[in-house]
């Protein structure tokens, strides 16, 4: 059975590359189409739209995400590929409307970071695959709640789309996809042991993976990513604005807009190490 480790751009899934060698090595990125998180590293942005098979302009990720992935694939000396869902700006336009992702909906996650993933399997594989995951040891809550989607067999079955009816519409079959592993739980893998092993070694990684706005973080630290890529955050508050966020309701995390948590007087100034990656967030993979 084939093997694919999916890559975060993080310390964690990045050791698994290195530590876990894979048939396939498979990075999924969030892509922006506002120039104002436009990528500054032109030539760096040329690299990327080769790999991704389109004008890449920014990330809504961390930039230095971008260099993590470039420096690994150098790092362990095998391929990694690259693939894209539809633009973040994109996915949130419901004909006229904006609707927004939320802890609840997260099709955010599906669309840009489950289903690239899905569509690289069928174009490139199409056979059941053993998925490297990077759950670490005392995250076995998380790898519980994936194995749940698992049937009888230990597989994830999931829709894609084969072909057109002569209709015209999406003609689906349900397929024989992945069976999550989770090898940093099997081998007792904890985060010290991680962050030692990088020290050292000559790959780049950002402060913090995911979405910059991501809405699984606190407000606090969302007030401190706002800091660290204002463009970025910028990016978020312009969603909810041009959606018409009102009575808090409808936003990206509710009781708070994304404006409200720009105006937030802190009392201390916040520092880099006051977070760690339990305060990050995730997609979900």
């Known amino acids: 059975m084939k093997?694919?480790?999916?890559?975060?751009?993080?310390?964690?899934?990045?050791?698994?590359?290195?530590?876990?060698?894979?048939?396939?090595?498979?990075?999924?990125?969030?892509?922006?189409?506002?120039?104002?998180?436009?990528?500054?590293?032109?030539?760096?942005?040329?690299?990327?739209?080769?790999?991704?098979?389109?004008?890449?302009?920014?990330?809504?990720?961390?930039?230095?995400?971008?260099?993590?992935?470039?420096?690994?694939?150098q790092f362990i000396g095998k391929k990694i590929d690259w693939v894209v869902g539809r633009p973040f700006d994109e996915i949130i336009q419901r004909k006229d409307k904006i609707y927004l992702p939320n802890k609840v909906q997260r099709f955010c996650t599906i669309d840009m970071k489950l289903k690239p993933i899905m569509s690289f399997w069928y174009d490139n594989i199409r056979e059941p695959i053993e998925m490297?995951?990077?759950?670490?040891?005392?995250?076995?809550?998380?790898?519980?709640?994936?194995?749940?989607?698992?049937?009888?067999?230990?597989?994830?079955?999931?829709?894609f789309i084969v072909g057109k009816h002569p209709s015209g519409k999406?003609?689906?079959?349900?397929?024989?996809?992945?069976?999550?592993?989770f090898p940093l739980i099997e081998n007792g893998i904890f985060k010290d042991e991680i962050e030692e092993y990088w020290k050292d070694k000559p790959v780049r990684f950002a402060y913090m993976n995911n979405c910059v706005g991501c809405f699984h973080r606190n407000?606090?630290?969302?007030k401190h990513m706002a800091t660290k890529a204002p463009n970025k955050f910028e990016w978020f508050c312009k969603q909810e604005r041009n959606q018409g966020y009102e009575n808090n309701n409808g936003g990206f995390i509710t009781g708070m807009s994304y404006d409200d948590i720009l105006k937030t007087k802190l009392q201390i100034e916040l520092f880099d190490d006051d977070f760690n990656e339990c305060d990050s967030g995730y997609c979900g993979l």
């Not at 999406?170 to 592993?181: A, C, I, L």
């Not at 407000?219 to 969302?222: A, D, N």
């Open 170 to 181: 999406n003609k689906w079959q349900k397929m024989k996809y992945q069976s999550p592993r």
């Open 219 to 222: 407000p606090i630290l969302l």
């Open 3 to 73: 093997t694919l480790n999916s890559l975060s751009g993080g310390k964690t899934s990045s050791y698994i590359a290195v530590h876990y060698p894979a048939d396939y090595n498979v990075f999924a990125l969030v892509t922006t189409t506002d120039k104002e998180c436009l990528f500054p590293d032109e030539e760096v942005r040329k690299i990327v739209s080769d790999k991704i098979g389109r004008e890449f302009i920014g990330t809504l990720e961390m930039d230095e995400t971008i260099y993590t992935i470039l420096d690994l694939e």
């Open 132 to 159: 490297r995951i990077g759950f670490r040891a005392n995250e076995m809550r998380r790898a519980k709640s994936m194995l749940e989607r698992t049937e009888e067999d230990g597989f994830v079955y999931d829709k």
